[in-house]
C-alpha cells in the first residue's frame, strides 16, 4: 500500500513536471488557454500513469459461518400407514421453531420418499423410500463439512442399497423413531421368487419368503391360488425362537398367456396390519422356446460364456455342436458359429435351404478365406498376426434399442490383425480400437440381406466381458441383456417393423411403468421427428388416459406412472404416418409401503451408532435440542474475508482519458496551435 501510495505521489509530480515544461518553461504562454490546456495535459498524464500503475485497495469484511443442520423427513407412505404422520408434521414444527437452534446452526428442511428434496411440505404419499438418495445428497450438498443430521423416520427402507453402509462416519445421525415399536402379531409375506416366464405343459418354480413377529406361537395356513383354484396348501409353524420360513414348489403351467397367481398366510390369529399376507405375482406362460445352436470345432470358454448368458432368459434353449455333429437346421431359430473353418462346409451349405439366421463369431482360428466366399457382409483381408481389438461403442446404432453397457472398459477381443471392410447393408454396434486408435473397421455389426439377419462380433474371449460387467455391476444381468437383445434380434419375425414398443406384460403397483418405442421411416433409419403418443384403457371401468411419448438417445420413452391395479389396453400411434401397435399389460395390486406394522429400530440403531449419533423417541426431543446446543464443535465460526478491486474503474478512466485528449486536439486546432 505504501509503495503504491509513492508511485502516485511520483506520477503527481512527473505530470506537474511534464505540464509545466511543454506549457510555461518552452512556451512561456501565459493565456487562460494555456492554463486550460496544461490542466488537461496533467490530467492525461496523470491519468495514464495510474492507468499503469493499477493501484489496488484492499477490503475486509467478517462473516459468520453456521454448522449446518439438515432436518430429514420420511414423506413416504409408510408413515401414514403406521399412524406417525401427525407426530411427523409436530417434531418438524418442534425443531424448526426452535430459535436456538436457527440461532447456532444452518437449518435445512429436507423430505425424502423415492427421491430427496428440500421442501417443507408433506404429504406422506411418497411410494418408495430410498434412504440410500440422502446419504448421497448430503456428502453433495455440504461436501467437506462437517455437521450433524436429524432424520425422521420410521427406517423401513424399500429401494437402494443399505442405508447403514452409505452414511458418511463422520458426520453424526440422529434418527428420531417413528411408529409404535412395541411388537405386535404379525405374518407377512416378504418376498416371493418366480421367472417372468415359463412354458406350456412345464413346471416352474415358485419361492415365498414367510416372516413372523410376535411373542406367541402360531400355527398358520400357507396357500398359492389362481382364481378359486389353490394349486398349493402347506401348515407352517412359528415361534419367538423361528420367524421365518422358505416355502419352494413347482407349479404347473397349464395354460398360454400371462397367468396370475396368489401367494397367502392366514392364522386365527387377529392382526394389525393384514395387507401383507397376500401378494400377486404373475408368469407369462409361453407355448414353445427359442432353440439356438453354437456350432463350434474348437472347446473356448467364449461357448460357456454365451451359452450361460442366453439360457439366462428362460425363453432360450442352447445346444453345443460339432460341425459334423448337427442334422437337422429346421429345429433351431438361430445359428452361433464360432471361428468357421473349411469344417463348416456342409452346415453353411445346409443353411442355404434352412434360411436360418445366423451369428458369426471370429477369432484367431478362424478361415476367413472360406467366410469370404460364404458371405458378402463383410470383406476380410487378414494376416496370420494376431491384434487386440477394443470395442467403440456407436451411439447412432438403431436397428433395436440397446445401451452402452461400459464397452469401451471392456477388455480388448483377440481377432488377426488385417483390413475389414463392411457392405452398405451392415450397420455397426462397435467399432474397433487397436491402442485408443480407431481402425474405421467393426467389432460388432449387423446385416439383413432378403430377409436374412446375420450378427459379426470380430474377436474371441468375450467371456472377459461377462467377467467385467460382473465385476462392474455385482451381476451379470446387463452383459446378458446384451446377448439376450442381440439373439431377440436374430430369433424375431424378419419383416421390418416401422413401429417397435417395448414393454412389460404386467407390473406391480407404486414401480415405474415405462414403455419404449422406435419408430423408422421407409429407409428403416431411426426417425427423430416423429410424435408418438399412447393411449392406455382401463379395461374394466373404460377409463382412457392419453400421454405423449419423449424423446431419448435414440428411442422415445413414456412413463405411466400412478396406474391403479387392473388390466389394460394400450395403442401407440405415430401422428405423422398414423402408424399403431396394439398392445395389453397388467398392474398388480402391490404397495411396498404398506408391508410395515413396526418401524425398524434395529437398522436406525445401527446407523446411530455406526455415525456416533444415538436413537431419539418422539418425546426426547428437548434432549436431542439439549445435546446439540451443548456440543462445542458445532459453534459458528467467524470469518474474515480479504477483497481485492482496482481503484479507479480502467474503462471509466479510458473513456475520461479519450475524451480529455479529444478536448485538447480541439481547442489547440480551433485556435491554431497545431
Same mark, same amino acid.
Given at each position: 500500500?505504501?509503495?503504491?501510495?509513492?508511485?502516485?505521489?511520483?506520477?503527481?509530480?512527473?505530470?506537474?513536471?511534464?505540464?509545466?515544461?511543454?506549457?510555461?518553461?518552452?512556451?512561456?504562454?501565459?493565456?487562460?488557454?494555456?492554463?486550460?490546456?496544461?490542466?488537461?495535459?496533467?490530467?492525461?498524464?496523470?491519468?495514464?500513469?495510474?492507468?499503469?500503475?493499477?493501484?489496488?485497495?484492499?477490503?475486509?469484511?467478517?462473516?459468520?459461518?453456521?454448522?449446518?443442520?439438515?432436518?430429514?423427513?420420511?414423506?413416504?407412505?409408510?408413515?401414514?400407514?403406521?399412524?406417525?404422520?401427525?407426530?411427523?408434521?409436530?417434531?418438524?414444527?418442534?425443531?424448526?421453531?426452535?430459535?436456538?437452534?436457527?440461532?447456532?446452526?444452518?437449518?435445512?428442511?429436507?423430505?425424502?420418499?423415492?427421491?430427496?428434496?428440500?421442501?417443507?411440505?408433506?404429504?406422506?404419499?411418497?411410494?418408495?423410500?430410498?434412504?440410500?438418495?440422502?446419504?448421497?445428497?448430503?456428502?453433495?450438498?455440504?461436501?467437506?463439512?462437517?455437521?450433524?443430521?436429524?432424520?425422521?423416520?420410521?427406517?423401513?427402507?424399500?429401494?437402494?442399497?443399505?442405508?447403514?453402509?452409505?452414511?458418511?462416519?463422520?458426520?453424526?445421525?440422529?434418527?428420531?423413531?417413528?411408529?409404535?415399536?412395541?411388537?405386535?402379531?404379525?405374518?407377512?409375506?416378504?418376498?416371493?421368487?418366480?421367472?417372468?416366464?415359463?412354458?406350456?405343459?412345464?413346471?416352474?418354480?415358485?419361492?415365498?419368503?414367510?416372516?413372523?413377529?410376535?411373542?406367541?406361537?402360531?400355527?398358520?395356513?400357507?396357500?398359492?391360488?389362481?382364481?378359486?383354484?389353490?394349486?398349493?396348501?402347506?401348515?407352517?409353524?412359528?415361534?419367538?425362537? %423361528?420367524?421365518?420360513?422358505? =416355502? #419352494? @414348489?413347482?407349479? $404347473?403351467?397349464?395354460?398360454?398367456? &400371462? *397367468?396370475? !397367481?396368489?401367494?397367502? /398366510?392366514?392364522?386365527?390369529?387377529?392382526?394389525?396390519?393384514?395387507?401383507?399376507?397376500?401378494?400377486?405375482?404373475?408368469?407369462?406362460?409361453?407355448?414353445?422356446?427359442?432353440?439356438?445352436?453354437?456350432?463350434?470345432?474348437?472347446?473356448?470358454?467364449?461357448?460357456?460364456?454365451?451359452?450361460?448368458?442366453?439360457?439366462? %432368459?428362460?425363453?432360450?434353449? =442352447? #445346444? @453345443?455342436?460339432? $460341425?459334423?455333429?448337427?442334422?437337422? &437346421? *429346421?429345429? !433351431?431359430?438361430?445359428? /452361433?458359429?464360432?471361428?468357421?473353418?473349411?469344417?463348416?462346409?456342409?452346415?453353411?451349405?445346409?443353411?442355404?435351404?434352412?434360411?436360418?439366421?445366423?451369428?458369426?463369431?471370429?477369432?484367431?482360428?478362424?478361415?476367413?478365406?472360406?467366410?469370404?466366399?460364404?458371405?458378402?457382409?463383410?470383406?476380410?483381408?487378414?494376416?496370420?498376426?494376431?491384434?487386440?481389438?477394443?470395442?467403440?461403442?456407436?451411439?447412432?446404432?438403431?436397428?433395436?434399442?440397446?445401451?452402452?453397457?461400459?464397452?469401451?472398459?471392456?477388455?480388448?477381443?483377440?481377432?488377426?490383425?488385417?483390413?475389414?471392410?463392411?457392405?452398405?447393408?451392415?450397420?455397426?454396434?462397435?467399432?474397433?480400437?487397436?491402442?485408443?486408435?480407431?481402425?474405421?473397421?467393426?467389432?460388432?455389426?449387423?446385416?439383413?440381406?432378403?430377409?436374412?439377419?446375420?450378427?459379426?462380433?470380430?474377436?474371441?474371449?468375450?467371456?472377459?466381458?461377462?467377467?467385467?460387467?460382473?465385476?462392474?455391476?455385482?451381476?451379470?444381468?446387463?452383459?446378458?441383456?446384451?446377448?439376450?437383445?442381440?439373439?431377440?434380434?436374430?430369433?424375431?419375425?424378419?419383416?421390418?417393423?416401422?413401429?417397435?414398443?417395448?414393454?412389460?406384460?404386467?407390473?406391480?403397483?407404486?414401480?415405474?411403468?415405462?414403455?419404449?418405442?422406435?419408430?423408422?421411416?421407409?429407409?428403416?433409419?431411426?426417425?427423430?421427428?416423429?410424435?408418438?403418443?399412447?393411449?392406455?384403457?382401463?379395461?374394466?371401468?373404460?377409463?382412457?388416459?392419453?400421454?405423449?411419448?419423449?424423446?431419448?438417445?435414440?428411442?422415445?420413452?413414456?412413463?405411466?406412472?400412478?396406474?391403479?391395479?387392473?388390466?389394460?389396453?394400450?395403442?401407440?400411434?405415430?401422428?405423422?404416418?398414423?402408424?399403431?401397435?396394439?398392445?395389453?399389460?397388467?398392474?398388480?395390486?402391490?404397495?411396498?409401503?404398506?408391508?410395515?406394522?413396526?418401524?425398524?429400530?434395529?437398522?436406525?440403531?445401527?446407523?446411530?451408532?455406526?455415525?456416533?449419533?444415538?436413537?431419539?423417541?418422539?418425546?426426547?426431543?428437548?434432549?436431542?435440542?439439549?445435546?446439540?446446543?451443548?456440543?462445542?464443535?458445532?459453534?459458528?465460526?467467524?470469518?474474515?474475508?480479504?477483497?481485492?478491486?482496482?481503484?479507479?474503474?480502467?474503462?471509466?478512466?479510458?473513456?475520461?482519458?479519450?475524451?480529455?485528449?479529444?478536448?485538447?486536439?480541439?481547442?489547440?486546432?480551433?485556435?491554431?496551435?497545431?
Amino acid at each position: 500500500m505504501a509503495n503504491t501510495a509513492l508511485l502516485l505521489l511520483f506520477s503527481l509530480l512527473l505530470a506537474f513536471g511534464l505540464t509545466y515544461y511543454h506549457y510555461f518553461f518552452k512556451v512561456k504562454i501565459t493565456s487562460k488557454i494555456s492554463y486550460f490546456l496544461a490542466a488537461i495535459r496533467f490530467l492525461t498524464i496523470f491519468g495514464i500513469l495510474v492507468l499503469l500503475i493499477n493501484p489496488i485497495i484492499t477490503r475486509k469484511t467478517f462473516e459468520i459461518e453456521k454448522t449446518p443442520l439438515p432436518i430429514i423427513i420420511d414423506n413416504s407412505n409408510s408413515i401414514s400407514d403406521l399412524k406417525a404422520d401427525k407426530t411427523a408434521l409436530d417434531l418438524y414444527e418442534k425443531l424448526n421453531s426452535n430459535s436456538d437452534l436457527q440461532e447456532k446452526f444452518d437449518v435445512g428442511i429436507y423430505r425424502f420418499d423415492t427421491d430427496f428434496q428440500a421442501s417443507n411440505q408433506f404429504d406422506f404419499k411418497g411410494k418408495q423410500s430410498n434412504f440410500e438418495e440422502i446419504a448421497k445428497n448430503l456428502k453433495s450438498i455440504y461436501k467437506n463439512k462437517t455437521f450433524p443430521s436429524i432424520l425422521i423416520s420410521d427406517g423401513n427402507q424399500t429401494t437402494g442399497n443399505d442405508y447403514v453402509t452409505c452414511f458418511e462416519n463422520k458426520n453424526p445421525v440422529y434418527p428420531i423413531i417413528l411408529g409404535d415399536t412395541t411388537t405386535f402379531f404379525d405374518l407377512k409375506i416378504k418376498q416371493v421368487n418366480v421367472n417372468k416366464y415359463a412354458f406350456h405343459k412345464n413346471k416352474f418354480p415358485v419361492e415365498v419368503f414367510i416372516n413372523y413377529s410376535g411373542t406367541k406361537n402360531c400355527a398358520s395356513e400357507f396357500t398359492i391360488s389362481q382364481g378359486n383354484a389353490v394349486l398349493d396348501k402347506q401348515t407352517l409353524s412359528f415361534s419367538p425362537s %423361528n420367524k421365518s420360513a422358505i =416355502v #419352494s @414348489v413347482l407349479l $404347473p403351467a397349464s395354460a398360454v398367456g &400371462l *397367468q396370475i !397367481f396368489k401367494a397367502k /398366510i392366514t392364522s386365527k390369529n387377529s392382526e394389525k396390519n393384514s395387507y401383507n399376507n397376500s401378494k400377486d405375482f404373475a408368469v407369462q406362460i409361453l407355448d414353445q422356446k427359442t432353440n439356438i445352436a453354437i456350432i463350434s470345432e474348437t472347446n473356448h470358454p467364449d461357448i460357456g460364456a454365451i451359452k450361460r448368458a442366453i439360457e439366462n %432368459n428362460a425363453q432360450r434353449k =442352447v #445346444s @453345443v455342436f460339432k $460341425p459334423k455333429e448337427i442334422k437337422s &437346421l *429346421q429345429d !433351431f431359430s438361430v445359428l /452361433i458359429f464360432y471361428q468357421p473353418t473349411a469344417s463348416f462346409q456342409s452346415v453353411f451349405e445346409t443353411n442355404l435351404k434352412a434360411n436360418c439366421n445366423t451369428w458369426i463369431i471370429t477369432g484367431t482360428e478362424t478361415d476367413y478365406e472360406f467366410l469370404n466366399q460364404h458371405q458378402e457382409d463383410l470383406s476380410f483381408k487378414m494376416s496370420s498376426q494376431s491384434e487386440d481389438y477394443f470395442a467403440d461403442f456407436k451411439p447412432d446404432f438403431n436397428l433395436f434399442a440397446i445401451e452402452n453397457i461400459g464397452f469401451e472398459s471392456f477388455p480388448p477381443l483377440k481377432n488377426s490383425f488385417g483390413v475389414i471392410t463392411a457392405s452398405k447393408n451392415t450397420t455397426v454396434l462397435l467399432g474397433s480400437k487397436i491402442r485408443n486408435i480407431a481402425t474405421n473397421a467393426p467389432l460388432m455389426a449387423f446385416a439383413e440381406n432378403q430377409g436374412k439377419r446375420t450378427a459379426f462380433l470380430l474377436g474371441e474371449n468375450i467371456w472377459k466381458w461377462r467377467l467385467q460387467s460382473h465385476v462392474d455391476n455385482q451381476n451379470f444381468d446387463k452383459f446378458d441383456v446384451f446377448i439376450d437383445k442381440t439373439i431377440q434380434f436374430l430369433a424375431t419375425n424378419n419383416s421390418k417393423k416401422s413401429l417397435i414398443v417395448t414393454h412389460e406384460n404386467f407390473y406391480y403397483s407404486g414401480e415405474s411403468i415405462s414403455l419404449e418405442a422406435q419408430y423408422f421411416n421407409k429407409n428403416y433409419e431411426f426417425d427423430e421427428r416423429s410424435r408418438l403418443t399412447i393411449s392406455v384403457t382401463n379395461k374394466a371401468t373404460k377409463a382412457t388416459k392419453n400421454f405423449d411419448f419423449l424423446k431419448g438417445n435414440n428411442n422415445f420413452k413414456v412413463n405411466l406412472d400412478g396406474l391403479s391395479a387392473g388390466k389394460y389396453d394400450f395403442r401407440v400411434k405415430e401422428l405423422n404416418s398414423n402408424t399403431t401397435y396394439n398392445g395389453y399389460f397388467e398392474v398388480l395390486d402391490f404397495d411396498i409401503e404398506k408391508q410395515f406394522v413396526n418401524p425398524d429400530l434395529l437398522k436406525l440403531k445401527q446407523l446411530a451408532s455406526k455415525t456416533n449419533g444415538f436413537v431419539v423417541m418422539p418425546n426426547q426431543v428437548d434432549l436431542l435440542v439439549k445435546k446439540l446446543l451443548e456440543e462445542k464443535k458445532y459453534l459458528p465460526i467467524q470469518k474474515a474475508i480479504t477483497k481485492k478491486s482496482p481503484l479507479i474503474d480502467y474503462k471509466i478512466l479510458l473513456a475520461i482519458l479519450v475524451m480529455l485528449l479529444g478536448i485538447e486536439w480541439f481547442v489547440r486546432k480551433y485556435n491554431g496551435m497545431l
